[in-house]
Nanobody, 117 residues
Framework: QVQLVESGGGLVQPGGSLRLSCAAS????????MGWFRQTPGNQREFVAS???????DYVEAVKDRFTISRDNAKSTVYLQMRSLQAEDTAIYYC???????????WGQGTQVTVSV
C-alpha cells in the first residue's frame, strides 16, 4: 500500500523560504515519478513540480525560478525547496507518486503552507 507523508509546511512571511518533505513507503521508490501539487479553496489542484527517477525536473511557470524539487532515493523522500515565497503560494501542498508506466497518481494527505505578514 502506497503511503506518502508530507511535512514541513507552516506560516512564513513574504520573501521567506520553506522546505517540504515527503516520505514514501510501500513502493519501489526508484520506479516512481514524484511530484507536488497545490490547492487553494474553491480551486482545483494544480501541478507544481515533478522529478523522474533519473532526475529530470518539470515546473509550473509560476514557480520555475523560485522552487526546486529534489529526491533522495536512498531515503525514499522527495523535497520541495521554496524560496521567495509570495502570498499567491499559499495553499495545501500535496505530494504525489506515479509509476512511470501509468498515469494514475497516488496522493499524500497534504500540508498547509501559508505566506502572510
Amino acid at each position: 500500500q502506497v503511503q506518502l507523508v508530507e511535512s514541513g509546511g507552516g506560516l512564513v512571511q513574504p520573501g521567506g523560504s520553506l522546505r517540504l518533505s515527503c516520505a514514501a513507503s510501500g513502493i519501489t521508490f526508484t520506479r516512481y515519478i514524484m511530484g507536488w501539487f497545490r490547492q487553494t479553496p474553491g480551486n482545483q489542484r494544480e501541478f507544481v513540480a515533478s522529478i523522474t527517477p533519473t532526475g529530470r525536473r518539470d515546473y509550473v511557470e509560476a514557480v520555475k525560478d523560485r522552487f526546486t524539487i529534489s529526491r533522495d532515493n536512498a531515503k525514499s523522500t522527495v523535497y520541495l525547496q521554496m524560496r521567495s515565497l509570495q502570498a499567491e503560494d499559499t495553499a495545501i501542498y500535496y505530494c504525489t507518486a506515479r509509476i512511470t508506466t501509468t498515469n494514475s497518481l497516488n496522493w499524500g494527505q497534504g500540508t498547509q503552507v501559508t505566506v502572510s505578514v
